[in-house]
């Protein structure tokens, strides 16, 4: 089976940095992508990673390392409205799971003034 | 147009009513997806449409019932639900020849009484 595991909740303070893990085992990887979901809302995409590596879009920077099957999402200069649900999840080989995402339980994070 | 219509975005219906979700895109997107989030869960894979043919079907149960009109639609036929039925509904789409992530639809949030 595939399995991705991030924390559940994570706490951090207004204009504070915070690092959210991500580590996955799958049957082929695709791709690495990080959604933010707001409570009721649909998920909006964030970064993609495919190859080893930070990449950087503004305050969000996502880092993978396919060898150790290991991502994290960096969320700098922290504003309130960053509260939200963050999603790991990793697409597989093509074929049979054509497009599939296999999503992580989500980390719930809270930003206090 | 970059966008995943879903509607209605609310629904209330009794477990022996009949009603439709519907999703829409006009990206050119051939591959589109049915999910259901529970509250605090990641989303779980219902159907995958690809070129308008069913291409994954999760085990679910027949009282969902999909259906793929042509390439920019999506609908979710729903009969005899069950209370715990109830979920946000997210449709998504994706292009086919290079799977970069989904763009989600807003979802509909479903109550079934």
């Known amino acids: 089976g595939q399995n991705i595991d991030q924390p559940t909740e994570m706490t951090a303070t207004e204009g504070a940095i915070v690092q959210i893990n991500c580590t996955y085992q799958?049957?082929?990887?695709?791709?690495l992508f990080w959604y933010q979901q707001h409570a009721g809302e649909a998920p909006t995409f964030l970064s993609y990673?495919?190859?080893?590596g930070l990449e950087e879009k503004g305050r969000f920077s996502s880092f993978l390392s396919r060898s150790k099957g290991y991502s994290y999402l960096l969320l700098k200069e922290l504003q309130m409205k960053d509260s939200a649900s963050y999603l790991c999840a990793v697409s597989t080989d093509r074929g049979s799971t054509l497009g599939r995402l296999y999503f992580g339980r989500g980390t719930q994070l809270t930003v206090w003034p | 147009d970059t966008e995943v219509t879903q509607t209605p975005k609310h629904l209330v219906m009794g477990m022996t009513n009949k009603k439709s979700l519907k999703c829409e895109q006009h990206m050119g997107h051939r591959a589109m997806y049915w999910y259901k989030q529970k509250a605090k869960k990641p989303p779980e894979l219902m159907f995958v449409?690809?070129?308008?043919?069913?291409?994954i079907n999760e085990s679910v149960p027949s009282r969902f019932s999909p259906e793929c009109p042509n390439s920019s639609l999506l609908n979710l036929h729903l009969h005899a639900l069950q209370p715990e039925d109830s979920a946000l509904y997210l449709c998504?789409?994706?292009?086919?020849?290079?799977?970069?992530?989904?763009?989600f639809g807003s979802g509909t949030r479903l109550t079934v009484v």
């Open positions: 799958t049957s082929g990887f695709n791709g």
């Open positions: 998504a789409s994706s292009q086919d020849q290079e799977f970069y992530g989904y763009t």
């Open positions: 990673n495919v190859l080893d």
């Open positions: 449409y690809s070129y308008e043919k069913l291409s």
